[in-house]
């Protein structure tokens, strides 16, 4: 063992030590310790945040979307079809008709009456559970949109309804409700609103609040009679074997269908500023958290001051005896880097640790205002490995200084003093 590290373990280890100096040391480690630990979980629930809602968005909105423009291209809609499943990487492909309508439900017959604005989007049950997850998350499993279960003397169209708007309506199982939608038809110069009676087969949960109060499923024709082209999107949710080749599908069905007759859009575009912003916020809560660190690093200047200041005819005896400037500065950068490594590596365990019992525990969220319900927490080895090395790094540049500062004491002086 060389001298500089034999010296910097003694002087961690000896416990004739001032109090003061003491002290300071464990705030120094105390203050890496907190910083690292803070770093990880907080990156670690950004991570599952980031993660959480990618999967929920992609599953629920599906990878690619292809829509017409005009009538025309929904008449021709299954030789589209066939063309789209011929594309490399596409797995599956699902018609769909969305148009946004208004949901009432008498909570108090004649008396009271609730209302919200939703989106209605009209599917065909088997083809879309393979490109969506929502289908097998509907409860009660429903075969088909049909209301014969239902002893019904005039005419209703089954519907499913996200389990948040379901609640904030008070709508239960098999209750009637009614959407009003466009067009309008003029009677006698007044706007008469078209309205559907509906009725409800069962509701479904994502586990994402914008998706869980806004949805409502029914049977494509249904939809379809219910919308004209003027004010109803008609097209096909593509699945794709890897998610992140949506731009590249995108682009080459661009490249196949005239752009005038129809449109295309895919879960990247679609959520690109989320992700973009999601993005600039991990990197700027680690360098704003970074500030802990920091402060820890002013703590472990001033701890190696003073020890330096307690240990002045030791340096002095040594450089008495020939030890180089360099060597003397190595025992205090030593010194300080194992103090800074100690730190980060309590602070890593015990960040780890936290964020495994948060996984297990499932801290609940409102979902009105985080999108999710409950806290997502993931762990990435990169960020681990960023955090420790920006920790260490840190503290050994705050060993510089002080260890120069030691360097240059003169022998004569140093055991003068004494």
């Not at 009677?187 to 009676?197: A, E, Q």
């Not at 806290?375 to 960020?383: A, S, T």
Request: charged content about 20%.
């Amino acid at each position: 063992m060389n001298y500089p590290l034999f010296i910097a373990k003694r002087y961690l280890q000896t416990k004739r030590r001032s109090a003061l100096v003491s002290r300071i040391t464990t705030i120094a480690i105390g203050g890496v310790f907190v910083g690292v630990m803070t770093l990880v979980i907080v990156l670690s629930v950004i991570n599952g945040f980031e993660t959480e809602l990618r999967q929920r968005i992609v599953a629920f909105n599906t990878n690619v979307v292809v829509f017409m423009r005009n009538p025309e291209s929904w008449a021709n809609a299954d030789t589209l079809a066939g063309m789209l499943a011929s594309q490399d990487h596409v797995t599956a492909v699902a018609p769909f008709v969305r148009s946004e309508a208004l949901m009432s439900y008498e909570v108090i017959p004649g008396r009271r009456t609730r209302i919200r604005g939703v989106v209605v989007k009209g599917v065909d049950l088997r083809q879309e559970a393979r490109v969506s997850t929502v289908i097998d998350s509907i409860k009660p499993a429903i075969e088909s949109f049909d209301t014969d279960i239902f002893e019904d003397e005039e005419l209703h169209d089954g519907v499913v309804l996200g389990l948040d708007l379901a609640l904030e309506l008070r709508v239960g199982l098999g209750e009637e409700v009614n959407l009003v939608t466009a067009p309008a038809t003029i009677r006698g110069g007044k706007v008469d609103p078209t309205v559907r009676k509906c009725r409800v087969l069962g509701f479904f949960n994502s586990g994402m609040y914008e998706f869980d109060s806004r949805f409502v499923y029914m049977d494509i024709r249904s939809a379809d009679r219910l919308f004209d082209f003027e004010t109803g999107l008609r097209g096909y949710s593509i699945q794709l074997d890897d998610i992140y080749k949506a731009q590249d599908v995108d682009k080459t069905i661009q490249n196949i269908l005239p752009m005038q007759d129809y449109g295309t859009n895919n879960w990247i575009n679609m959520n690109k500023n989320l992700f973009s912003y999601m993005k600039i916020e991990k990197i700027l809560m680690f360098l704003m958290l970074t500030l802990i660190i920091l402060v820890a690093a002013f703590n472990l200047v001033g701890m190696l001051t003073m020890v330096i200041m307690e240990k002045r005819k030791e340096i002095g005896i040594l450089k008495a005896m020939g030890a180089p400037a360099g060597g003397v500065m190595s025992i205090f950068m030593l010194e300080g880097t194992v103090i800074g490594v100690l730190g980060t590596i309590g602070g890593l365990i015990t960040g780890y640790a936290a964020c495994l019992i948060l996984d297990r525990i499932h801290l609940d969220l409102p979902g009105d205002v985080y999108f999710i319900k409950t806290l997502p927490v993931l762990v990435q080895w990169q960020d681990l490995i960023a955090v420790c090395t920006s920790a260490i790094l840190i503290c050994f540049l705050a060993t510089i200084y002080p260890s120069w500062e030691a360097s240059k004491l003169l022998p004569v002086e140093a055991i003068r003093s004494e």
